[in-house]
């Protein structure tokens, strides 16, 4: 059965790092574009960033561009989303996302991970 | 960045009515337009793509429809199970995709 897995989330002072982990199981990882969607408490929902499936090209929202990462390692199934210069309004609940049914599609989601959650709050 | 208006922010409505969402770009998006649907506590989950495509597995009471800068997104006949709050979402000209705020459907 196909699982994305997030992980890393946690309580982090404003300015501070985090890596997020989205694990992939029961499917080939590398035809599978990736992406993190968040939201924030009793918000709606908001693009971060994406990754291609051959991990040569990232996307990233102008409210994380130049503070947010994206890489993958194919070898562990995992992509990471490596936040720096943490800010309050990064508190979110951050989703990894995929189009199953289109493998390769960058744009639409309909296979979600449960979520992790970031607090950023001194 | 295309911006997303969704409306009614709230919409009371009873089992068994009909739901009409409505969702309007700030530019053209084409057809390039998701529907989602989200319950407390769940990840959002795909309904349509390309403003009108029914998702798999998604019931046939759902269906979507515009073009343009204007889209709406109609439950036939509502089911206990449809009150949630439901997004919309473009491609047509990213980065970034871009959502919309929501539309909460609660019961009457």
């Known amino acids: 059965e196909m699982q994305l897995l997030e992980s890393g989330g946690d309580l982090v002072l404003p300015g501070g790092s985090l890596r997020l982990s989205c694990a992939a199981s029961g499917f080939t990882f590398s035809n599978y574009a990736m992406s993190w969607v968040r939201q924030a408490p009793g918000e709606g929902l908001e693009w971060v960033s994406a990754?291609?499936?051959?991990?040569?090209?990232?996307y990233f929202a102008d409210s994380v561009k130049g503070r947010f990462t994206l890489s993958s390692d194919n070898s562990k199934n995992t992509i990471y989303l490596h936040m720096n210069s943490l800010r309050a309004e990064d508190t979110a609940t951050y989703y990894c996302a995929t189009r199953r049914e289109v493998p390769g599609q960058i744009y639409y989601f309909d296979y979600w991970g449960q979520g992790t959650l970031v607090t950023v709050s001194s | 960045e295309i911006v997303l208006t969704q409306s009614p922010a709230t919409l009371s409505l009873s089992p068994g009515e009909r739901a009409t969402l409505s969702c309007r770009a700030s530019q053209s998006v084409t057809n390039y337009l998701a529907w989602y649907q989200q319950k407390p506590g769940q990840a959002p989950r795909l309904l349509i793509y390309d403003a009108s495509n029914r998702a798999t597995g998604i019931p046939a009471r759902f269906s979507g429809s515009g073009s343009g800068t204007d889209f709406t997104l109609t439950i036939s006949s509502l089911e206990p199970e449809d009150f949630a709050v439901y997004y919309c979402q473009q491609r047509s000209n990213w980065p970034p995709l871009t959502f919309g705020g929501g539309t909460k459907v609660e019961i009457k």
């Open positions: 990754i291609s499936r051959d991990g040569g090209s990232t």
